[in-house]
């Protein structure tokens, strides 16, 4: 389950209706207008915690195991185990010197997630290698994706001209591969009018949206605080993860018309080498979406709580 605060209701069509003829006089229905934009939207999720910047992701877990945001999600900033705050590790973690080592099934009682860095698809490829099934739409028939992986030996795949990767040619409903794949490092694919869907069996690994042309996923290692064959409730709150606007009726986030419209201005100055001009927009558009976090929250007051040793905090049970 996810809970998103704030969510655009900014579209592409809405935000080219409005601008584009600001920006681009000659062509207002050129594709290079929705580049810009992702620009613009690219620097806000870099640069600001702006109205629904964040996310929070619900999951269960029985065993030790992992968990994989889901695309528009990048990181995790906090989590909870059962209600309780717990602690999120780096990629190290299991390699510190005087740490836990290995975190297995056999480790019970920690409670933490444990960052495994990025990942090409969003489910872990099933123990036996197979073809894959790539499905699309017939408005993107004829565009080409890429898909980078490891064949039945575990060896990594080659094209015909020593390309890494096996290039699939779309063809609606669903096309498969040629090579069998045991497992996926990436997949490439253009900008398309409909989402593409790569799957292996019945198990879906990837649903990219029209707008992403390199999926990245991330991807968790999840021990258990209950112990195992117990089961352990954890909720998350995430970064998001730019989405990139392809179509009219792509959303946009954050969906803060003013802003995207002194981002804009940015980026025009920016490239015709007047920075300070560009800083003095692109500091206006970020002190907008400032204002608007500020109003979102309310009077909401932030409190942080600590323990000595820095490790399992406690439940907050109430705000003076």
């Given at each position: 389950?996810?809970?998103?605060?704030?969510?655009?209701?900014?579209?592409?069509?809405?935000?080219?209706?409005?601008?584009?003829?600001?920006?681009?006089?000659?062509?207002?229905?050129?594709?290079?207008?929705?580049?810009?934009?992702?620009?613009?939207?690219?620097?806000?999720?870099?640069?600001?915690?702006?109205?629904?910047?964040?996310?929070?992701?619900?999951?269960?877990?029985?065993?030790?195991?992992?968990?994989?945001?889901?695309?528009?999600?990048?990181?995790?900033?906090?989590?909870?185990?059962?209600d309780s705050p717990r602690p999120t590790m780096h990629n190290r973690y299991e390699f510190l010197t005087h740490g836990v080592g290995q975190v297995d099934a056999t480790i019970s009682g920690l409670g933490v997630l444990i960052d495994q860095g990025n990942v090409g698809i969003a489910t872990e490829f099933p123990n036996t290698p197979a073809v894959l099934s790539v499905a699309s739409s017939a408005a993107d028939d004829g565009k080409e994706v890429r898909i980078l992986g490891l064949d039945e030996n575990g060896v990594e795949i080659y094209d015909d001209d020593g390309v890494p990767g096996e290039l699939v040619t779309l063809a609606a409903p669903t096309v498969a591969t040629i090579k069998q794949f045991s497992n996926i490092l990436g997949i490439q694919k253009p900008a398309t009018s409909f989402p593409v869907v790569v799957s292996v069996g019945s198990t879906e690994l990837a649903d990219i949206p029209p707008g992403v042309t390199n999926p990245v996923y991330r991807r968790y290692k999840v021990a258990q605080s209950s112990g195992v064959g117990k089961t352990d409730y954890v909720r998350a709150v995430c970064s998001r993860q730019l989405i990139p606007v392809a179509n009219e009726e792509d959303y946009i986030v954050p969906g803060n018309l003013s802003a995207l419209k002194l981002g804009l201005y940015s980026i025009v100055y920016e490239e015709s080498?007047?920075?300070?001009?560009?800083?003095?927009?692109?500091?206006?558009?970020?002190?907008?979406?400032?204002?608007?976090?500020?109003?979102?929250?309310g009077g909401a007051i932030p409190l942080a709580t600590f323990s000595p040793s820095g490790f399992g905090i406690g439940k907050t049970r109430g705000m003076r």
């Open positions: 389950m996810i809970t998103v605060h704030g969510l655009s209701s900014v579209t592409l069509g809405k935000v080219r209706s409005l601008y584009a003829a600001k920006f681009l006089a000659h062509d207002t229905s050129a594709p290079a207008f929705a580049n810009m934009v992702n620009e613009v939207a690219e620097r806000f999720h870099m640069d600001s915690d702006w109205k629904g910047s964040t996310a929070v992701f619900e999951f269960s877990v029985s065993e030790v195991g992992s968990v994989t945001l889901p695309l528009f999600l990048d990181s995790v900033l906090q989590a909870q185990f059962n080498n007047d920075l300070e001009r560009a800083e003095q927009y692109w500091a206006k558009s970020i002190e907008l979406l400032n204002k608007d976090m500020e109003k979102h929250r």
